[in-house]
Every structure is written in structure tokens, then in C-alpha cells.
């Protein structure tokens, strides 16, 4: 799955084309394939005019990308919903266009039930559909209050239109590219193989083709997206069998990307050829995501992790053998019914184990319809809140660690957007730190080395070597 960073965004928005055109805006929930969706949902939403807005002050259209992966995640979307329903009778009052849309998997979960509970939304669709969306609108604007949750027999991504070079331009030097979407692994805890449904891969060509084009529009980073991405599989020219690993060998090729990533991976499907691609491919990151959710054998079990602590360990060993430089991070669940005080210590015995550079971790959290919903011994919120802010206590220390190993390096950070002073930039490391750098705005895109001097709360301090490339 991918990692849930409980980040927001709106598609930034290009030049105004007119005064005459609906503006939508997006509001983001969720994990980074919310982020890619949200920026094809706005190409096609181009398309019928509409153009993208950061300010829902001016917004003709409203649109909800939501994230179901925990309660909390879902309720924030009601909530957004009572104070968009105010909006619209405002809006209607004055003889305005005002539509609420629900997209993302609170939709594709809740289908009806947010018509139901929400009567001011136009428009519910699932994230299988959303090549739908701009008919589903029409038939909205006509009466009908519309639900596309099928999982769609047509392919999408065939269907939603890649931006075009200006908009990737306006968009930065990084960009996401969904490779594969679903997930069969049907964890215990866990709603996304029925939000998202089985897992499915988008073509090669299809793949390389839209890394072209992002190329062309000037992006020098490519993080790969995929719920469960190292399950990628495709078909190469001459009919054989590829997985990620290949995919990021061909990508590798595609001129003007200097850098490669992907997420999220489930410890199962890092096969030998991904292993290989760590260790010969300069341009995939030494950085990896790799879930465990949790240290103990009796949990993984009960979560149907399919893997033990030792393996997970011996996994990482290898990993590190092919890319010694390679950082690590994780997302940990704790409070998983069942779980003891004892399991709870395998699970910090394993990142002590392990060392990571950066985390995610979560309380567990009810989903209705998942195992993990109906199995015995839910544990309390207290107990949940404790070994939550001990874990916490133990990863944000690592991170800690791991920043401040990096000071007196060399290296190499891909500058990627204005900083808060003047003269400043923010860059990326290989291991996706924040770093700032002295440097100039005509420079953002280029990866430059600089000398690690400090570290602040959320990012790295520099100061200049070389130029390296262009
Ligand atoms: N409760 C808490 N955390 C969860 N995650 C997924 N489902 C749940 C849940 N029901 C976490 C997992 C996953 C990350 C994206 O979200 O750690 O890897
Ligand atoms: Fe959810 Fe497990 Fe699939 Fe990740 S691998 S998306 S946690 S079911």
C-alpha cells in the first residue's frame, strides 16, 4: 500500500485561462496515489474547461479525494462535507453553480451512504472510475445525484489524459506515476483490497510512455506508486515476463531521469531481480519502504502478513549487502487486537534490529469488514496511546541518529523548489531529506553536491562544493 502520509494537496494551478472558466478545487487526503489521482482527475476536469484553483473561496466545483485507511481518515471527510453544504446553500442563494464531488476510497467504501448522509454532495466516484467524472458531472448538473463505484471493465489510465508540458513544468521536478493499483494481500487490518480491489498493473509501454512525457515536461524524479508496487508484473516486447525490478531497468534509460523510487513494497514480493536493481541501478535511490507493522510472529501471523521477524531481518541483510547505503523506513501498527506487552517489545526489538531512517506508525484502528474488526482481545485506547508514544519515542530517535550521521558528508541533492529565505533552495537527498542549499531559483531541477553542516527539526543545513550536472 502506499504510505499514508496524511498529507494534503491541491493541484497547483497553471495560468488563468479566462474569467469565463469553472474552477475546480481538489482537496486531498491520504497517501501519494490520492496525490497522482488528484492531478489526472484535474487534467481531465481541463478538458470540459474547468481549471484548477487553490483557493475554495472561488471554487465552482469542490472535490473531495478521500482516504478510508483509518476512522479518522473518514471522518474528516463528513466533517469537510457540513461545512461544504453551508457553501453550497450560499452559493445557490446567489444563483451560483456550486458542486460537491466525493472521490477516493471513503467514496468507493460508502457509495449511496454518503448521499444518504451528506445530501448537499452532486457527485459520489470510485477511484476505478474517474475517466467518468466529467459525464458524471453533466448528468449531476441536470438533476441527478450520481454513484460510480463499479470497478470499471475499462482501463482508466487509457482514458485520463496526460498533462501537458506547461503543466508539468508548473508542477516541479518531482513527479508520482502510478504503476500498479490494488492489493491481494488481504492483511487483516487493512480496507485497501476492498477500496481498491485486486491488484492490477498498468502496461510497460503505457508506464514508459508517461515517464517520457514527464521527462519531456522536465521532471528528474519518478517515484513509482502502486498499493502494493513490488507486485508489479508486464509483459516485454517479445512476450516475457517482467517485474518491478525490470520496469525500473527500462526506466532507468528514459533520458532526463536522474532519480528513481517507489512505494509502497510488501516484504514478500522484494524478489531477487528488485534486489539486483538495488545494487546495479545508480539511479534508483538508496532509500526503501518497506512495511513490517509489527516485530512479533504471533501478530504478523494474526495479520496475515505471511512472513516472520526472522525473515523480514534476513531480507533486509540482503537488501543491504546489494546497496549498502540504502536507508530504510517502515510503517509499524501498534495495538493490533491480541497484542501483548511481550509482542509489544518484539516490535521494538526489531527496530532496534533494523535502524530506520524514517517511519510511519499508527493505533490500530477498527475498519469495519476487514478480520481485524471481529477478532478478540481490542485493546484500549490508553494502552494503544502508551505504546504508541513509546514506539514513537524509539523511531523519531533513529531518525535522529540517522540525520546527524549525515553531517561532514558529501552528497548529491536534487534541487526541487524555492526555499523560506532568499538565496535559498530546498532539495532532496538521495534518502529523502529535506535540504537546504544556497542556490538560485534558475537551478531548481539540477542535482548538486554540497556538504551536509547540521540539522534542523525537519530538514538538513549545507553549504556548496560542485556543480555536478544540468
Ligand atoms: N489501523 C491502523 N493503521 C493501519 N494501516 C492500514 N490499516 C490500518 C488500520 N486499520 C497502516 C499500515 C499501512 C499504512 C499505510 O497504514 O501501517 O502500512
Ligand atoms: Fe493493505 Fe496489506 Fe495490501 Fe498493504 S499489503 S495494501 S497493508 S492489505
Not at 521536478?173 to 485497501?192: N, R
Not at 508517461?210 to 508489479?232: C, D, H, I, M, S
Amino acid at each position: 500500500m502506499t504510505q499514508d502520509t496524511a498529507q494534503t494537496a491541491a493541484p497547483q494551478a497553471p495560468a488563468s485561462d479566462g474569467a469565463n472558466s469553472r474552477k475546480v478545487f481538489v482537496k486531498t487526503y491520504g497517501c501519494q496515489m490520492n496525490v497522482y489521482d488528484s492531478g489526472r482527475m484535474t487534467d481531465a476536469l481541463a478538458r470540459d474547461g474547468y481549471v484548477p484553483t487553490e483557493d475554495m473561496g472561488e471554487a465552482d466545483l469542490v472535490l473531495l479525494n478521500t482516504c478510508h485507511i483509518r476512522e479518522k481518515a473518514a471522518e474528516k471527510v463528513y466533517s469537510a462535507l457540513g461545512r461544504l453544504r453551508d457553501m453550497k446553500k450560499a452559493r445557490n442563494a446567489q444563483g451560483r453553480e456550486f458542486m460537491i464531488g466525493v472521490a477516493g476510497c471513503v467514496a468507493q467504501a460508502e457509495g449511496e451512504e454518503i448521499l444518504r448522509r451528506a445530501p448537499a454532495v452532486d457527485v459520489v466516484i470510485g477511484p476505478q472510475t474517474y475517466h467518468r467524472l466529467p459525464e458524471a458531472l453533466n448528468k449531476a448538473r441536470s438533476g441527478a445525484r450520481v454513484v460510480e463505484t463499479d470497478y470499471a471493465v475499462e482501463d482508466k489510465f487509457e482514458h485520463l489524459p496526460v498533462a501537458e508540458k506547461a503543466k508539468i513544468r508548473a508542477r516541479g521536478v518531482t513527479a508520482f506515476l502510478t504503476v500498479q493499483e490494488g492489493c491481494d494481500k488481504f492483511c487483516t487490518f487493512c480496507v485497501v483490497p476492498y477500496t481498491r480491489g485486486s491488484e492490477v498493473s498498468r502496461p510497460l509501454s503505457q508506464i514508459l510512455d508517461e515517464a517520457k512525457k514527464l521527462a519531456e515536461g522536465g521532471v528528474r524524479e519518478l517515484t513509482l506508486l502502486g498499493q502494493n508496487v513490488n507486485a508489479w508484473h508486464g509483459k516485454g516486447p517479445k512476450g516475457e515476463e517482467l517485474t518491478l525490478g525490470d520496469l525500473l531497468y527500462a526506466l532507468a534509460e528514459v533520458p532526463g531521469i536522474a532519480r528513481l523510487r517507489y512505494t509502497t513494497s510488501h516484504p514478500r514480493d522484494m524478489d531477487d531481480r528488485l534486489i539486483a536493481a538495488h545494487r546495479d541501478l545508480r539511479v534508483l535511490m538508496p532509500y526503501l519502504h518497506l512495511p513490517v507493522q509489527s516485530g512479533s510472529d504471533r501478530i504478523l501471523k494474526a495479520m496475515n502478513r505471511r512472513h516472520t521477524a526472522a525473515e523480514y531481518l534476513a531480507l533486509i541483510e540482503r537488501i543491504r549487502a546489494a546497496r549498502p547505503d540504502i536507508a530504510l523506513s517502515g510503517d509499524f501498527i501498534v495495538g493490533f487486537p491480541g497484542e501483548s506487552e511481550q509482542d509489544f517489545e518484539d516490535t521494538m526489538s526489531l527496530i532496534r534490529a533494523v535502524g530506520y531512517a524514517q517511519a510511519f506508525s499508527f493505533k490500530y484502528s477498527i475498519r469495519p469488514g476487514t478480520p481485524g474488526a471481529e477478532m478478540d482481545g481490542h485493546l484500549s485506547e490508553e494502552v494503544k496511546t502508551d505504546r504508541l508514544e513509546r514506539l514513537q519515542a524509539l523511531l523519531l530517535q533513529q531518525q535522529k541518529d540517522f540525520n546527524e550521521s549525515c553531517i561532514g558528508r558529501e552528497i548529491e541533492v536534487l534541487l526541487e523548489k524555492p526555499g523560506r529565505m532568499e538565496g535559498q533552495l530546498i532539495g532532496r537527498s538521495p534518502w529523502l531529506q529535506s535540504v537546504n542549499v544556497d542556490a538560485k531559483t534558475s537551478q531548481i531541477g539540477d542535482i548538486i553536491k554540497v556538504r551536509i553542516t547540521g540539522t534542523g527539526p525537519n530538514s538538513l543545513f549545507s553549504e556548496p562544493i560542485t556543480i555536478q550536472e544540468g
